[in-house]
Nanobody, 122 residues
Framework: QVQLVESGGGLVQAGGSLRLSCAAS????????MGWYRQAPGNKRELVAR???????NYVDSVKGRFTISRDNAKNTAYLQMNSLKPEDTVVYYC????????????????WGQGTQVTVSS
């Protein structure tokens, strides 16, 4: 199993920056991808940013040019640098890790963090 520990959320003024961290630990064969999702009350959880094992990234359009996802493979940790934050970025952010428990597993398994609140004041 993979356990995730998130940190870095908080309160910031519009235009400010925050950096979220997500550290994965436990027993696994490999990590396929790490990502950040967000979910507002009553809404579906949406992908914010994702980074694959080859370093390729993808972002939701609303954060392109403002957010950057990166990954430290040695530490099994992903980071989300959030710049130029807007009030509409206020929501709970969840770390997600896609991983394999063996080289023979088809597809991957999912683990989720507990969520961290980001609040941007206007």
């Amino acid at each position: 199993q993979v356990q995730l520990v998130e940190s870095g959320g908080g309160l910031v003024q519009a235009g400010g920056s925050l950096r979220l961290s997500c550290a994965a630990s436990g027993t696994f064969f490999s990590i396929v991808a790490m990502g950040w999702y967000r979910q507002a009350p009553g809404n579906k959880r949406e992908l914010v940013a994702r980074i694959a094992s080859d370093g390729s990234t993808n972002y939701v359009d609303s954060v392109k040019g403002r957010f950057t996802i990166s990954r430290d493979n040695a530490k099994n940790t992903a980071y989300l640098q959030m710049n130029s934050l807007k009030p509409e970025d206020t929501v709970v952010y969840y770390c997600n890790v896609q991983w394999k428990d063996s080289r023979w597993r088809l597809g991957y398994l999912d683990s989720w963090g507990q969520g961290t609140q980001v609040t941007v004041s206007s």
